[in-house]
């Protein structure tokens, strides 16, 4: 059994010192004075690979090769990329910049802002089509991503339902080689938007899947063998002129996605060029099935700042909110959330952060705490060498929303309140000659179950016989935590057997870890040495524009143990 110890005394007046820093970092962050690209058209990522990715937007949205582009997600810009290689319906973008870990994320869409390759200008002072009403017979409308100046580009006014969206069926299974604890999972997902309905302002957005678990290793899970629709998002909203907009249904808001899943609405006003105010309303739906609940309702008002507008000048934004819940009528959270984006010559930092006040019914901690702050810089020094580098702090917030989830029939151990997890790191990239590239990293870990130190160091080499645009990565990392030791090798491959059509991607890895079961920590006194070797396979095949299919397997070895896996997805977007 794990030994739960609370922090020492001292430490309060770390995180007095701590609180006091972001606090003065978010105050200020409201009035730091700061300082595009032509084009912008949605995309969606169609594989990965160690350097870049390929989407599905090509020279028919006007993108030119060797060219630079911003990836940007819900308005804010999560990666740099070049645009290498254009064919007429994909490109494929090489990483300059890792702004966002998040990034990329199949399934997901996002925006590229881009030079278009011809010079069509639009007409000083044209409003968006998709923020004005198209009421007059003489106007015409513009639809999303259909390229200026063709003759495909100006409609009739009836131009309505811009229809996209996309669904996978996707079947997991897999188990012990001996034994009866397989597992299996068939899920249908879908996302995707209609905008301009009924030729108005108004868009829906929606993402969510239907799924069915079995087999004796899910059994401990709430919903085994219970057909279960999850929804993830679900809401109507509406840009106005001056770019002010209201959001009603269920989704996170991404202005501060910290406040989590709301069912209400989002209002924004745009006050001028710099600020915007906006609150959201609503309740939150059960913390473990994402069931509709009226037991949490929230309030989240809020103020943006930003200043500059192009990705290659100084530029910088910060969203300050203030979230208030109660819980079965009871005063429950009140906390202060901020996100915060600055670009300062070649230095870019992201920061997000949450301070809880005291305002509930304490049973485990009293006073202002630091629940969560992550912060994530990266520095290009030169166009072969990036650094990069950050930190991460997170706790529960002791509240009884919290504390009613951890109380359930497996776990009734409030003092995990208590625990901390604390990770500060550093790495860099260095794009090597002969088409070599080097990543290493290394985090310093704090936390109850699992401290010292980690580290993982990446050699690729683009280029490999026969396949002049694959790719072939050795990696070396450790294996930190409580009670452990150990380290571990994966060598992995991508090969493109049909350029920009059919994609596979085999690897191998094998992990070492000593066991130390005595001390504090557990009961006995033992010590066990464990060999792990997994080996895996994934393709897929890009059918068409429209139909993707994808799959793999994995085999993972143990001393005494062997398990597989094995999944297989069919995804049709439009």
């Excluded at 912008?40 to 060219?67: F, H, I, P, R």
């Excluded at 209201?246 to 006003?269: M, N, T, Y």
């Excluded at 429950?332 to 305002?359: H, P, Q, Y």
Aim: hydrophobic share 35%; aromatic share 12%; charged share 25%.
């Amino acid at each position: 059994m794990i030994s739960l110890n609370r922090p020492h005394p001292q430490t309060l007046s770390l995180e007095a010192r701590t609180i006091s820093i972001v606090v003065l970092f978010m105050w200020f962050s409201l009035f730091i004075p700061s300082f595009g690209y032509s084009e912008e058209a949605e995309c969606g990522v169609l594989y990965e690979t160690s350097y870049g990715v390929y989407v599905d937007l090509g020279s028919d949205q006007g993108l030119k090769a060797n060219t630079s582009a911003w990836v940007i997600q819900d308005g804010d810009r999560v990666a740099r990329v070049k645009i290498e290689e254009v064919t007429q319906r994909t490109a494929f973008l090489r990483f300059l910049s890792k702004n966002n870990p998040k990034f990329p994320e199949k399934g997901k869409r996002y925006v590229l802002s881009y030079t278009k390759s011809d010079k069509y200008v639009p007409p000083e002072g044209e409003r968006s089509p998709t923020l004005k009403d198209q009421n007059s017979p003489d106007e015409t409308f513009i639809p999303l991503l259909v390229r200026p100046g063709t003759e495909e580009a100006r409609v009739s006014t009836d131009a309505r339902n811009i229809f996209h969206g996309r669904i996978t069926v996707l079947h997991l299974f897999g188990g012990p080689l001996e034994g009866n604890r397989e597992i299996s999972s068939t899920r249908v997902r879908s996302s995707g938007s209609l905008e301009r309905i009924e030729s108005t302002p108004w868009t829906l957005e929606w993402s969510g899947d239907l799924g069915f678990r079995g087999g004796d290793g899910f059994n401990h899970l709430h919903d085994h063998e219970e057909l279960r629709f999850e929804l993830y998002r679900f809401a109507f909203s509406r840009r106005f002129d001056d770019h002010s907009r209201v959001v009603f249904g269920r989704f996170i808001p991404r202005e501060l996605p910290s406040i989590g899943f709301i069912d209400g609405a989002q209002g924004e006003k745009v006050i001028d060029d710099q600020w915007r105010v906006g609150g959201v309303v609503g309740f939150k739906p059960d913390r473990r099935t994402l069931d509709p609940t009226a037991d949490e309702p929230s309030v989240a008002p809020y103020i943006t700042y930003y200043q500059g507008s192009s990705p290659d000048e100084n530029h910088f934004s910060s969203t300050t909110g203030l979230l208030f819940s109660l819980y079965e009528g009871q005063a429950d959270r009140l906390a202060l959330l901020n996100d915060s984006k600055i670009r300062w010559g070649k230095l870019d930092v992201f920061s997000t952060a949450e301070l809880d006040l005291d305002i509930g019914n304490t049973e485990v901690r009293n006073g202002p705490r630091l629940t969560r702050w992550d912060v994530l810089a990266s520095y290009p020094v030169n166009d072969s060498f990036t650094l990069r580098g950050g930190w991460d702090r997170f706790e529960r917030p002791d509240t009884e929303a919290e504390r009613t989830l951890l109380r359930h029939e497996d776990f009734d151990d409030l003092e995990v309140l208590t625990d901390e997890f604390l990770r500060i790191w550093i790495g860099a990239d260095h794009q090597l000659s002969k088409n070599w590239r080097l990543s290493e990293e290394i985090g310093f870990i704090d936390s109850e179950y699992e401290d010292g130190v980690r580290w993982l160091i990446s050699l690729n080499h683009r280029g490999l016989p026969y396949f002049e645009d694959g790719s072939y990565t050795i990696s070396l990392f450790s294996l930190e935590g409580i009670g452990d030791r150990g380290a571990g090798v994966r060598i992995s491959a991508h090969v493109p057997v049909v350029k920009h059509s059919l994609f596979l991607q085999p690897s191998i890895a094998v992990r070492y870890t000593s066991f130390s079961l005595g001390g504090e920590t557990f009961f006995t006194e033992e010590t066990e040495d464990l060999y792990v070797t997994d080996v895996q396979l994934r393709g897929q095949w890009l059918i068409s524009k429209s139909w993707m299919f994808s799959g793999g397997g994995q085999m993972t070895f143990t001393d005494e143990d062997a398990f597989f896996a094995m999944d297989l997805a069919l995804t049709f977007k439009w």
